[in-house]
């Protein structure tokens, strides 16, 4: 009986490493620090004097008190409605403020130059759906809409210095910035400091704002630069604890992610650093702050209810920077806002010297995996020219990597199986007596060198790769509308086909839970066959208990990316073709 009991751990162990290993190992989060004494908000109605140093705007008016993280109250938009009250529509909230366009071959949008906001961008390379029709992924919106979403910078300052805010009207230097370029915009407070800010954008998706005050007083002043996103409505997400999706950011080389619910329980919630990012994160998009990384900051995560509408704000706040009389002072920081691409994240890690930037894309448990099968993919994909073959090529890979520890594992298996015969007598003659059966099988595994563990080695080798493989389709946006060949138009989707309609013959879309496509009954057809050529458990019961199995996982893998039910009925026929050969070399039947 050990053997079957042996086998049976093996797959009952396999299917919890699979499905819940993230969640019964979660990722170590740091300790957060203590809190600093905290006071309360002032109400929606702007206070007579402006706000203490050291405390970072929040993005919009509300009723409900904030308490502040840091010294001194924390101000909010002017009262009364926001600009674009009342506004429906993206477009009519667009043209409720002048704007600086943004024209580069992968952001569209616009500047918004009442505030100075970036608050309008769509991401010009990737689309709703596989239809090249469809509309661009819009990132970021303006104030006023219920999914508005949007980064601003500027400065906190001591008592009695008007500073640009959140409904400041700037000028602009130019209509346009283009990839490559830069726009600057002014404002003068009338109290003798000039503000510039002068937004640079690169090739791709990351923002150089560099903030410059021009004090022409008889006095000095010290200014606190910030950068916040703020996010209004709670966006829909995955809910799955494979994905990170929420406030997230890195501090002191540590990532610390926090889930959208959690934030409204424990609100708001402070790190400090030195250096680091601090952005918010979906699935596939990221909108992140990157401050000055020789800089200590102080970091929040905020929630708060504006209009019966969740509010959600990540920020940062710099030390302070002295402005000397008739001299100027500036500060350098950036933003991401656009697509996670691993190459592009690692190349910002490297160029601007980000901590661990990559980690914007939810690796899991096995980075360490995960991360290098990613770009052996995208390797493969060089070559091949189709993602789909680049999966099969790297199962190809891994069972040659693998290929002399499965090959010991295989021959004890034939093994097992040629020692089926005297097996069964041993549990006719001594099936009543567990001790005396139990004895004698492992007299008769110990007489002729057989393991009857080592054939579940095979299945346990697999799963840290079928894992992080998984993570690859599921995670990374280089896998999303990527097609296969014939009716598989995104690998990192499930197969859209389903038997119960006759794969699309009859006119009814079954639920979910039945959609059951070509690829996963090809993926359960291998295993049924692979299963057939393994030992066959003697106790009848055990034995219906795994032939079970191959239906079990053809209805669990079907919601599943198609990416990873073709790599694993591939990897079932190449393992097949290698116990095949090995159970002809040793003369027993495959079957």
């Known amino acids: 009986m050990i053997d079957n009991r042996n086998m049976l751990l093996a797959v009952v162990l396999s299917i919890l490493i699979l499905l819940g290993f993230e969640l019964y190992f979660p990722k170590q989060r740091p300790t957060p620090p203590p809190e600093a004494p ?9 206070p007579a004097t402006p706000p203490a140093p050291g405390a970072v705007p929040s993005p919009a008016p509300t009723a409900t008190p904030v308490p502040s993280p840091t010294t001194g109250a924390v101000p909010s938009v002017p009262g009364g409605p926001p600009a674009t009250a009342g506004v429906t529509t993206r477009q009519a909230s667009l043209a409720q403020a002048p704007r600086v366009k943004i024209a580069s071959p992968h952001l569209h949008g616009s500047i918004s130059l009442i505030g100075g906001r970036l608050d309008d961008l769509t991401l010009a390379d990737y689309r709703e759906r596989p239809d090249l029709k469809s509309p661009e992924i819009v990132l970021l919106s303006p104030r006023g809409l219920k999914d508005a979403y949007y980064a601003q910078f500027g400065w906190v300052g001591p008592e009695g210095v008007p500073l640009p805010g959140h409904d400041t009207a700037w000028t602009s230097d130019s209509a346009t910035l283009a990839a490559g370029g830069k726009v600057t915009l002014t404002w003068d407070n009338g109290k003798g400091l000039r503000f510039y800010k002068t937004i640079a954008l690169d090739q791709n998706y990351m923002f150089s704002v560099t903030q410059r005050v021009v004090n022409t007083t008889k006095e000095s002043v010290t200014l606190h630069p910030y950068g916040l996103v ?15 999706e929420g406030p997230l950011g890195v501090f002191d080389n540590t990532l ?3 889930k959208y619910d959690d934030l409204k329980k424990k609100n708001p919630e402070e790190q400090r650093s030195s250096g680091g990012w601090i952005g918010i994160t979906d699935k596939y998009w990221l909108t992140a702050l990157v401050p000055n990384q020789k800089s200590q900051i102080t970091t929040r995560f905020i929630y708060r209810k504006d209009g019966g509408e969740d509010r959600y704000q990540v920020d940062y706040l710099n030390g302070g920077v002295t402005i000397p009389a008739g001299g100027a002072g500036e500060t350098e920081s950036h933003l991401f806002a656009g697509a996670k691409v691993l190459a592009l994240l690692d190349s910002y890690q490297s160029t601007y010297n980000i901590p661990r930037f990559d980690l ?29 073959v680049a999966i099969l090529l790297l199962t190809v890979g891994i069972k040659l990597l693998f290929f002399p520890l499965a090959n010991k594992s295989y021959v004890a298996m034939s093994k097992m199986k040629k020692l ?19 004895q004698e099988l492992m007299a008769l595994y110990k007489r002729e060198k057989a393991n009857p563990a080592s054939g579940c080695l095979p299945i346990l080798i697999q799963i840290p790769v079928f894992f992080a493989l998984y993570k690859v389709l599921y995670v990374t946006i280089e896998m999303r509308h990527t097609p296969f060949y014939g009716w598989v138009k995104d690998l990192s989707a499930p197969d859209p086909t389903t038997i119960f309609n006759l794969f699309g013959l009859l006119p009814w879309t079954p639920p979910e839970f039945l959609m059951v496509g070509i690829w996963p009954l090809i993926m359960g057809v291998t295993m049924w066959l692979q299963q057939k050529m393994n030992p066959q458990p003697a106790d009848p019961v055990q034995a219906k208990m795994f032939m079970l199995l191959p239906f079990v996982f053809t209805f669990m893998l079907a919601s599943f990316p198609a990416g990873l039910v073709i790599y694993w009925a591939w990897n079932n026929v190449l393992s097949m073709l290698q116990q095949w050969v090995i159970m002809r070399r040793m003369g027993v039947p495959a079957t």
Do not use: C
């Open 38 to 46: 905290k006071t309360t908000e002032q109400a929606a109605k702007p």
């Open 230 to 244: 703020s996010r209004t409505g709670t966006p829909q997400v995955a809910g799955f604890y494979i994905l990170h």
């Open 256 to 258: 610390k992610e926090v």
């Open 360 to 388: 914007a894309i939810d690796f899991g448990w096995f980075y360490f995996l995960t991360k290098p099968i990613f770009y052996a993919l995208v390797w493969l994909h060089k070559l091949a020219g189709n993602f789909g």
């Open 420 to 438: 089926q015969p005297e097996m069964v007598k041993l549990r006719e003659r001594f099936g009543t007596d567990k001790p005396r059966l139990n």
